[in-house]
C-alpha cells in the first residue's frame, strides 16, 4: 500500500510494508525486442541496453525510455550477451563463446579476452561487483550454470568458480553483487521468478510483485536496485530488493532529503539536500503542469548534506516543486515564489 506524506514543506514519498519491500517501482518502453543486456555507468545519463541483432548498445533514459544515444559495436561473429560497465568502458561477450569484448562508450577497442582455458565455456552474462570489489568482474556460464569471478587488471589476471546455481534454468544475463543484502540477480527462464536473487550455492530468493514472466537483460543501478529487460512485454523493469522496510531506509538516510529556504521566496533561495552515498543526483524545478523550468543539479554528488544558492526572479509568482532524484530516493518539496 501506497502512502503519500504531505506538509507544508516537503512532500516525501514513504512506501508502508510488512517485512519486505519488493516490487516493480516503474517500467519504461524497450528501445528493442532484442535485449541480451543491460548495463548502468556513472558516464552517461541513462540505462544501457544491448541489442543482440542489431549490435548496437541504446542508451536510455531511466525515468520515461526516450533513446538518448547510441552505440556502435564492432563485428563479431556471434550475437553479442550480457553487459557490464566500468568507468567508461562496457564489456560485453560473444554468445555460444567464452570471450569477453571491452571498449570505451566512444567507440574505440580495448581488447578481446578468450577464458576458454579458465573455465568458462558459454558466457552469457557479465556484472561488476557494486561497492566494493569493483576489480572482480562477474561472469555468468549458460551451459554450466556456473558464476565465475575474475580478477582484471589491464586483461583477466585470476579466473574462479564462485557459485553453482545447480537447476537455475538457462542463465541469460547477472546484475552486481549487492553489498547490503549480499545477493545476485539473475535473470533466467524461470517463468514463476524471471529475476532469482542468489546468495549461495543453489539457495535463492524469487522476486515478487508484478505482472511479468521473462528477464533477459538485468543490472544493479545501487545497493538495492536494479534493472531488468522483459521481452514478453518489450518494457524495462525498475526493480526494488529492499528486504526490510523502507521507512527504514528513510530513516537511515534523512527523514527531509530536500529543504527550501526561505519559502515563500522572492526568487532567490537556498537548496539543502542530502544523498546517502555518492551516487548521479537530479534537482530540478517544474510548474504545476509538470514543466520543467530549469535543472538546479545534475550529475555525480558525494554522499552527505549539500547545498546551493538558486536564482528564479524571472519567474512568475505562483506554486512550483522541486523535485530530487537520487537512485532510488524521491522527494519533492513546494517551492512558492512570491513578489518582492
Known amino acids: 500500500m501506497k502512502k503519500y506524506l504531505y506538509t507544508a514543506v516537503a512532500i516525501t514519498m514513504v512506501i508502508q510494508t510488512n517485512t519486505y519491500a519488493q516490487y516493480i517501482e516503474w517500467s519504461v518502453p524497450a528501445p528493442s525486442d532484442h535485449i541480451s543486456g543491460?548495463?548502468?555507468s556513472q558516464y552517461t545519463d541513462g540505462i544501457l541496453c544491448l541489442d543482440s541483432t542489431l549490435n548496437l548498445i541504446y542508451e536510455v533514459d531511466l525515468y520515461n525510455g526516450d533513446i538518448l544515444d547510441t552505440i556502435s559495436l564492432p563485428?563479431?561473429?556471434?550475437?553479442?550477451?550480457?553487459?557490464?560497465?566500468?568507468?567508461?568502458?562496457?564489456?560485453?561477450?560473444?554468445?555460444?563463446?567464452?570471450?569477453?569484448?571491452g571498449m570505451t562508450i566512444h567507440g574505440p577497442s580495448v581488447g578481446v579476452w578468450d577464458?576458454?582455458?579458465?573455465?568458462?565455456?558459454?558466457?552469457?552474462?557479465?556484472?561488476?561487483?557494486?561497492?566494493?570489489n569493483q576489480d572482480w568482474l562477474l561472469i555468468g556460464d549458460a551451459t554450466q550454470n556456473?558464476?565465475?569471478?575474475?580478477?582484471?587488471?589491464?586483461?583477466?589476471?585470476?579466473?574462479?568458480?564462485?557459485?553453482?546455481?545447480?537447476?537455475?534454468?538457462?542463465?541469460?544475463?547477472?546484475?552486481?553483487?549487492?553489498?547490503?543484502?549480499?545477493?545476485?540477480?539473475?535473470?533466467c527462464e524461470d517463468s514463476a521468478s524471471p529475476v532469482r536473487l542468489y546468495y549461495a550455492d543453489e539457495a535463492y530468493q524469487t522476486?515478487?510483485?508484478?505482472?511479468?514472466?521473462?528477464?533477459?537483460?538485468?543490472?544493479?543501478i545501487s545497493e538495492t536496485r536494479f534493472y531488468f529487460s522483459d521481452?514478453?512485454?518489450?518494457?524495462?523493469?525498475?526493480?526494488?530488493?529492499?528486504?526490510?522496510?523502507?521507512?527504514?531506509?528513510?530513516?537511515?538516510?534523512?527523514?527531509?532529503?530536500?529543504?527550501?529556504?526561505p519559502n515563500p521566496t522572492t526568487g532567490t533561495f537556498t537548496v539543502t539536500f542530502e544523498v546517502p552515498s555518492c551516487r548521479r543526483t537530479e534537482?530540478?524545478?517544474?510548474?504545476?503542469?509538470?514543466?520543467?523550468?530549469?535543472?538546479?543539479?545534475?550529475?555525480?554528488?558525494?554522499?552527505?548534506?549539500?547545498?546551493?544558492?538558486?536564482?528564479?526572479?524571472?519567474?512568475?509568482?505562483?506554486?512550483?516543486?522541486?523535485?530530487?532524484?537520487?537512485?532510488?530516493?524521491?522527494?519533492?518539496?513546494?517551492?512558492?515564489?512570491?513578489e518582492p
Not at 120 to 131: M, T
Not at 149 to 169: I, K, S, Y
Request: some cysteine; overall charge negative; proline content about 5%.
Open 38 to 40: 543491460l548495463g548502468f
Open 75 to 101: 563485428y563479431i561473429p556471434n550475437p553479442p550477451v550480457g553487459l557490464a560497465c566500468k568507468g567508461d568502458t562496457v564489456y560485453f561477450a560473444e554468445s555460444g563463446t567464452a570471450k569477453v569484448h
Open 115 to 132: 577464458l576458454s582455458d579458465s573455465g568458462p565455456v558459454d558466457v552469457s552474462g557479465l556484472a561488476w561487483y557494486w561497492g566494493t
Open 146 to 187: 556456473l558464476i565465475y569471478r575474475a580478477r582484471f587488471d589491464n586483461g583477466f589476471q585470476t579466473v574462479e568458480q564462485l557459485m553453482d546455481l545447480g537447476d537455475c534454468p538457462r542463465i541469460h544475463d547477472i546484475g552486481g553483487v549487492g553489498q547490503t543484502y549480499n545477493t545476485l540477480p539473475v535473470a
Open 207 to 220: 522476486t515478487h510483485t508484478g505482472d511479468y514472466s521473462s528477464a533477459v537483460g538485468v543490472t544493479r
Open 231 to 261: 521481452p514478453d512485454s518489450d518494457l524495462v523493469h525498475r526493480y526494488c530488493e529492499d528486504m526490510g522496510s523502507l521507512e527504514d531506509t528513510w530513516e537511515r538516510v534523512s527523514s527531509r532529503p530536500l529543504t527550501i529556504s
Open 283 to 338: 534537482i530540478s524545478l517544474h510548474d504545476l503542469a509538470g514543466r520543467r523550468m530549469t535543472t538546479m543539479v545534475d550529475g555525480i554528488i558525494t554522499r552527505g548534506a549539500h547545498s546551493l544558492t538558486v536564482e528564479c526572479t524571472s519567474l512568475p509568482s505562483g506554486l512550483y516543486f522541486a523535485k530530487l532524484r537520487a537512485e532510488e530516493l524521491f522527494s519533492v518539496s513546494p517551492v512558492i515564489l512570491i
